[in-house]
């Protein structure tokens, strides 16, 4: 076997075989070594960004797991279809023209602070007549919005949702899902 001084140039011919043989052992395990080290340190990194963004202020995946849960009635009485409803991201489907809490879907969860905004989403459909090519699109709307203050009595079990009109929304709580279309 030959050795070469250390300043010794190195032909294109040897640079070939050093490429298509790949590096020496030392070098892929030094390599290696690298490359875990780096997969874990992006993974470290990574579960402490995750920790520091969970709270326990977070809503339950399962709004009945929860001290208050309360059914959510929608109350429209404008001239148009509302669907979509939500408050954060429990649904309630959608409330025809002019209804007046007939109908509840459960459940929103009681969250430990019912100081805090929540984000209420909705569309405004269009009643389209029959063999009308071209079909409107909906009208989303987005609000945020504040409980009533104190947060709903123990007698309270329905949150209502309630479309003033097109751009106005507001949020009670009630003792059946009819008087919410008092609020």
């Not at 001290?67 to 148009?80: A, G, K, R, S, Y």
Request: aromatic fraction near 8%.
């Amino acid at each position: 076997m030959t050795t070469r001084q250390a300043d010794a140039s190195v032909s294109d011919a040897e640079l070939d075989c050093t490429a298509a043989y790949g590096a020496s052992p030392r070098d892929k395990t030094v390599r290696s070594r690298f490359v875990t080290l780096r997969i874990t340190a992006l993974a470290a990194c990574t579960l402490l960004v995750l920790s520091a963004c969970a709270e326990s202020t977070l809503l339950p995946d399962d709004p009945l797991a929860s001290e208050h849960p309360l059914w959510m009635v929608p109350v429209n009485p404008t001239d148009n279809w509302a669907i979509n409803l939500a408050v954060d991201r429990y649904g309630m489907g959608g409330a025809n023209p002019h209804a007046a809490g007939g109908a509840a879907a459960c459940c929103y969860p009681s969250p430990k602070d019912w100081s805090k905004p929540v984000t209420v989403h909705w569309e405004w459909d269009t009643v389209v007549r029959p063999g009308t090519k071209i079909i409107p699109p909906t009208e989303p709307h987005t609000m945020v919005l504040y409980f009533p203050p104190g947060g709903p009595a123990k007698d309270d079990r329905y949150l209502c949702l309630i479309l003033r009109d097109r751009d106005t929304a507001e949020l009670a709580f009630a003792t059946s899902r009819t008087r919410c279309a008092a609020k």
